[in-house]
């Protein structure tokens, strides 16, 4: 089984910045991408930011020059360090992990439980 733990949110002011992490363990033969999708109340989930297992980016253009996405490998862990927040950024953060268990697995889907970002004054 794989699982994705995610940590990091909280309350913050508007211009502050907050850092997710999500860890990812189990059995895990390698990853094709890891993401930060987030969820606002009564809008649809959308992406935030990703890695490839190449190492480039995607940004929404909405955070583009604001939030930045990286990993440690050799942790399987994903950070989001997000700066200059906005109410606007409240949402539900997913960590998302597309990745292989064993070479004889298709890539699969895997998400985490969600952390509370929320920005108010």
């Known amino acids: 089984q794989v699982q994705l733990v995610e940590s990091g949110g909280g309350l913050v002011q508007p211009g502050g910045s907050l850092r997710l992490s999500c860890a990812a363990s189990?059995?895990?033969?390698?990853?094709?991408?890891m993401a930060w999708y987030r969820q606002a109340p009564g809008k649809q989930r959308e992406l935030a930011a990703e890695v490839i297992s190449a190492g480039s980016t995607n940004y929404a253009d909405s955070v583009k020059g604001r939030f930045t996405i990286s990993r440690d490998n050799r942790k399987n862990t994903v950070f989001l360090q997000m700066n200059s927040l906005q109410p606007e950024d409240t949402a539900v953060y997913y960590c998302?992990?597309?990745?292989?268990?064993?070479?004889?697995?298709?890539?699969?889907?895997?998400w985490g439980q969600g952390t509370q970002v929320t920005v108010t004054s």
């Open positions: 998302n992990a597309r990745l292989q268990r064993s070479w004889r697995d298709p890539i699969t889907n895997y």
């Open positions: 189990g059995s895990i033969f390698s990853f094709n991408a």
